[in-house]
């Protein structure tokens, strides 16, 4: 069966395809022909198996994650949980924005719920101490479901960055990339990351003072390094 491209990117292609009658998303990592070969497979193999292991994780603690069918280390490739309605949270925002018009309170009561609903799946993420490693609104799917709370469920992807960690460090770490990441795509709506935070204290578990001083260290030093340049 022929394969059809539905993404390409630096680090891949996804395919639309088929598992056992199942229609899948079947994500290939490139060969980066830069590296050496032997390292290019390591990292290869590393980010796949990462993958795997985060996406079981996320789903055995409750947190929407696509199901991983099957995997071939030899091609690259993992065949995993399609979602042919889902859009990314980025592309929500924006159409949120965008569709509610001059609507301010309409487009914040939106908003807020989503960041409280993001806030509350990393809190809980973190809780279970998996570190995503590239939190984005991109990496989050809205996913259209009648029965969900207002209609949706929200469900991380790409965890070729993930690891497992208990260390305040590396969640704060994960905390700071997802701010940067809201101020760099929707710094108009400044206020989402707060949202998200509340709703964090309040799920990611007894060290949440720790990792959130932790947090506001590495948010610092992000601000001395963007002051020097």
């Known amino acids: 069966m022929a394969l059809e491209i539905i993404k390409q990117g630096a680090e891949g292609r996804l395919y639309l395809g088929e598992f056992k009658g199942e229609a899948c998303l079947i994500k290939e990592r490139f060969v980066k022909k830069y590296r050496h070969p032997e390292l290019d497979a390591q990292i290869t193999r590393q980010r796949m198996k990462a993958e795997i292991k985060a996406s079981g994780r996320c789903l055995s603690a409750g947190i929407l994650a696509p199901r991983i069918l099957h995997s071939d280390m030899k091609t690259h490739q993992l065949y995993m949980e399609y979602f042919g309605s889902a859009q ?3 592309q929500f925002i924006q159409h949120t ?4 018009g001059s609507d301010k309170e309409r487009i914040k009561a939106t908003l807020m719920e989503l960041c409280t609903r993001i806030g509350s799946i990393v809190g809980q ?5 998996i570190i995503h490693g590239d939190l984005t609104t991109s990496n989050m799917l809205i996913n259209p479901n009648p029965a969900a709370k207002n209609g949706y469920d929200v ?5 070729g960055l993930s690891h497992y960690n208990q260390a305040a460090e590396d969640k704060g770490v994960d905390l700071y990339v997802l701010e940067r990441a809201l101020l760099s795509t929707h710094s108009e709506k400044d206020y989402m990351f707060e949202y998200i935070l509340a709703a964090y204290r309040a799920e990611s578990g007894k060290d949440v003072q720790t990792v959130l001083a932790k947090f506001d260290e590495v948010r610092a030093r992000g601000r001395k390094r963007t002051m020097i340049g």
Do not use: G, P, Q, Y
């Open 97 to 100: 924005v965008k569709e509610s």
């Open 155 to 159: 469900i991380l992807i790409d965890f």
């Open 125 to 129: 993420m973190h809780a279970n101490n």
């Open 88 to 90: 990314t949270a980025k």
